[in-house]
C-alpha cells in the first residue's frame, strides 16, 4: 500500500520502472484520441468537475489508461470524495503510476501521469481515507472503464 511519503519520494528521487513504454509524436497522440482525450493526456488540461463521464459511477471493473490501455485502477479502490472527479486511494500497482512535483497554478501539487504513456491523469493529495490517506484525482477522460 502506497501512502504519502512513498509518492513524495517517487516525485523527489525517481518513479517506479514502467512494466513497458508506449511512446509516440504529439501528431500521432492527435489522430489517436479524442479531442477531450488529447486535451487532458497530452495537454494537461482539467476537465470540469461533476460535468465528467466517471464522477458519480460506482460500478465494478478496471479503469485503463484512454491513451494506451495500461491498467491504472480498479474500481474496488474508487470512492466518493465530493470533488467533482474521480477519486481512487490506490492504483492498480505501484509501477503503474509516475509521480512529478506540480508548482503551476500557484500551488504546491503533485502531478500523477500514466507511467507507461506519460499521459496527464490529475492529481494526488494526501486527505484520503484511512488507511492510507491518498487521494487520487483524476480526469475521467483519461480514463476507460472495462
Ligand atoms: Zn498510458
Request: include cysteine; hydrophobic fraction near 35%; charge should be positive.
Amino acid at each position: 500500500m502506497l501512502r504519502w511519503i512513498d509518492v513524495l519520494t517517487f516525485a523527489k528521487y525517481g518513479n517506479p520502472e514502467p512494466p513497458r513504454r508506449v511512446e509516440k509524436t504529439e501528431a500521432e497522440w492527435a489522430a489517436a484520441l479524442t479531442p477531450a482525450q488529447y486535451q487532458v493526456l497530452r495537454q494537461h488540461h482539467t476537465e470540469p468537475p461533476y460535468r465528467n463521464a466517471y464522477c458519480r459511477s460506482y460500478e465494478p471493473g478496471r479503469y485503463q489508461c484512454a491513451g494506451c490501455g495500461s491498467l491504472l485502477f480498479d474500481a474496488a479502490t474508487k470512492y466518493h470524495a465530493i470533488s467533482g472527479w474521480p477519486s481512487f486511494t490506490q492504483p492498480a500497482a505501484p509501477s503503474a503510476i509516475r509521480y512529478h512535483f506540480d508548482d503551476t497554478h500557484h500551488m504546491q501539487r503533485v502531478e500523477v501521469r500514466c507511467n507507461v504513456c506519460g499521459g496527464h491523469l490529475g492529481h494526488v493529495f494526501p486527505d484520503g481515507p484511512a488507511p492510507a490517506g491518498l487521494r487520487y484525482c483524476i480526469n475521467s477522460a483519461s480514463l476507460v472503464r472495462v
